[in-house]
């Protein structure tokens, strides 16, 4: 039996027809020298029964350890095989989406391979970020801020980090997707796959991010990977197309630490050496906040609040790790 290229981890809570569309769309790739894990908060015999057979070997373990990045780390001790990809269970991949995935790490300065993860429109307008989107851009005050400023007129390029803490937007968007490969800095969170003894060498998702929900956690291994020496490649037809489900009603949980998390993220991996990069780290910093007081007040939800508080202890807790 020939060895697998590649082990793709799902982390799911889910036992309904999205893992199984999933799990379909891997069926259908042009090259399926994978085998695939499925890391499951509760071992259940109903997801185990309804489980169809597929030419890939499927492994389905209970979760040990807490949360996403648990989760990650998990999957990541059950692999051998020379890769380590992750996607989300909510995901269906395109066609040819493996074979796109793995072929930039004939290259050895490759460290990683992330690529497009298109939403449908309709639920684009579901996730908060997209749908203040228009009005933003509408506004010229806000425009000149966050669009010029914070993004470096530079919004719709793809999984890229920028000097204010924010990341870019394009691969969501399959007309703002490049021609050819590239460079970049970030991965995208359902989509990206990696050398596993770099990943194993650089310890693995570092834990730290496993509060609020794991946010970060990719930012920063990227960004290891990247001052490890290897470089990050975007492959724009290593597409999948990411179902989400949740409504714009609803607001995500954790405020108080999600806002450590992303500033964690910023001490370790930015200098904050010049008056510029301060002010635009502070502006995206400020404006974060107004948007979780804001969806805490609209939605009454005072947890959004917690941001505040979560703010000021990792502004003012001494080290990278807060």
Not at 93 to 99: A, R
């Amino acid at each position: 039996m020939i060895k697998p290229l590649a082990t793709i981890c799902i982390p799911t809570t889910r036992f309904s027809h999205t893992i199984y569309d999933c799990l379909d769309s891997l069926e259908k790739q042009t090259n399926t020298s994978f085998r695939v894990i499925l890391i499951v908060r509760r071992k259940s015999s109903t997801l185990v029964s309804q489980t169809k057979t597929y030419s890939f070997p499927l492994i389905i373990f209970k979760q040990k350890h807490h949360g996403l990045v648990g989760a990650m780390n998990d999957g990541l001790g059950n692999v051998s095989t020379d890769l380590f990809i992750r996607i989300d269970d909510d995901v269906i991949t395109d066609k040819g989406w493996f074979n796109h995935i793995i072929n930039p790490f004939s290259d050895q300065k490759v460290g990683a391979v992330t690529g497009p993860t298109l939403v449908d429109p309709r639920r684009l307008k579901e996730r908060d970020i997209f749908s203040f989107l228009k009005p933003i851009e509408k506004n010229p005050l806000l425009n000149k801020i966050i669009i010029e400023y914070l993004y470096e007129n530079r919004l719709y390029n793809v999984s890229t980090f920028l000097k204010s803490g924010v990341f870019t937007l394009g691969s969501n968007f399959k007309n703002h997707l490049p021609k050819k490969s590239k460079i970049v800095n970030n991965l995208e969170a359902c989509n990206f796959a990696l050398r596993t003894q770099l990943l194993k060498g650089l310890g693995g998702f570092d834990q730290l991010f496993s509060r609020g929900l794991g946010e970060y956690h990719e930012a920063d291994i990227a960004f290891k990977i990247q001052e490890a020496g290897y470089q990050i490649m975007f492959h724009p037809q290593a597409i999948i197309h990411h179902n989400i489900k949740r409504g714009s009603s609803k607001t995500r949980s954790d405020a108080y630490h999600r806002i450590q998390n992303f500033i964690c993220f910023y001490k370790r991996h930015f200098d904050i050496d010049t008056l510029d990069t301060l002010i635009r780290f502070s502006t995206n910093l400020f404006l974060q906040n107004c948007y979780y007081v804001y969806t805490g007040l609209k939605r009454k939800d005072m947890s959004q609040l917690g941001s505040i508080p979560g703010t000021l202890k990792g502004l003012f807790t001494t080290g990278k790790n807060i």
